[in-house]
């Protein structure tokens, strides 16, 4: 006898996933921007396509390679990140927030590169969109909607709280204060944060906490 499992257990999903940093420009020479390689982000793009869903990757400025059978829309800064993700909400089933969104923006950006005379030491900032928390309460809200957290220090309780706050079903939290995991490395720590307690997914490379965390999407998604 041959057991055969589902090898794809998303066939037929539709997902929407956020990656990379933002870059908010304050002259077409500077800007503020967010620590992020967006490798965790493009892993889980591909563990959902590997899992048989349709993904969309939304993605900031990053150095990488789309992962194979993933569609990508490349932005800039924050307010396009939140456009893009609006333009594909419907018949999204799954939405995962990797995105280092850039918190604020500079008030004003500059068409022409400013002098550093001209620029000055004080740089107004205003608020830039949640888009996690828009996400979250819209009308064609997924299914599924997940964000990550990467903290350095109380990492489960501050991002149980933004998992309230934004409305999200579940945060994955990487705890970013140990050396070798996180920004800008090969490898991670992922624990779910969910309504029902936490689900420790384990230290291990990038792409497999990934595959981890979407078979835990797709048991939820099934359920
Ligand atoms: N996020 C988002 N849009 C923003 C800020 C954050 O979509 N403008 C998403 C991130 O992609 C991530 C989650 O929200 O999935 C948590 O990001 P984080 O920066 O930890 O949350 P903040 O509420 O901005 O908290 P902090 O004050 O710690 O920066
Ligand atoms: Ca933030």
């Known amino acids: 006898v041959r057991l055969h499992l589902a090898p794809k257990p998303l066939l037929g999903r539709r997902a929407l996933v956020t990656a990379g940093p933002t870059w908010e420009a304050i002259d077409p020479a500077r800007g503020l921007s967010n620590r992020s390689s967006g490798r965790q982000g493009y892993a889980v793009a591909q563990a959902l396509a590997e899992a048989g869903a349709q993904?969309?990757?939304?993605?900031?400025?990053?150095?990488?390679?789309?992962?194979?059978?993933?569609?990508?829309?490349?932005?800039?800064?924050?307010?396009?990140?939140?456009?893009?993700?609006?333009?594909?909400?419907?018949?999204?089933?799954?939405?995962?927030?990797?995105?280092?969104?850039a918190d604020y923006r500079p008030a004003q950006s500059a068409a022409v590169k400013l002098t550093k005379a001209e620029l000055g030491t004080q740089i107004a900032l205003i608020?830039?969109?949640?888009?996690?928390?828009?996400?979250?309460?819209?009308?064609?809200?997924?299914?599924?909607?997940?964000?990550f957290a990467a903290q350095t220090h109380d990492a489960e309780a501050l991002a149980a709280a933004k998992r309230q706050e934004k409305g999200a079903d579940l945060i994955a939290v990487n705890d970013v204060s140990q050396p070798g995991l996180g920004f800008g490395s090969e490898r991670n720590r992922l624990v779910l944060i969910g309504p029902d307690g936490r689900l420790d997914l384990g230290?291990?490379?990038?792409?497999?906490?990934?595959?981890?965390?979407?078979?835990?999407?797709?048991?939820?998604?099934?359920s």
């Open 127 to 147: 608020p830039n969109p949640d888009i996690l928390a828009q996400v979250a309460r819209h009308a064609q809200r997924p299914r599924l909607v997940v964000g």
């Open 203 to 222: 230290t291990a490379d990038k792409l497999a906490l990934a595959r981890a965390l979407v078979a835990e999407l797709a048991r939820r998604l099934s």
């Open 55 to 101: 993904v969309l990757l939304v993605s900031g400025p990053t150095s990488l390679p789309a992962p194979v059978g993933v569609e990508r829309v490349a932005v800039q800064n924050a307010q396009e990140m939140l456009q893009a993700v609006e333009a594909h909400l419907a018949g999204t089933d799954i939405f995962v927030a990797t995105a280092a969104v």
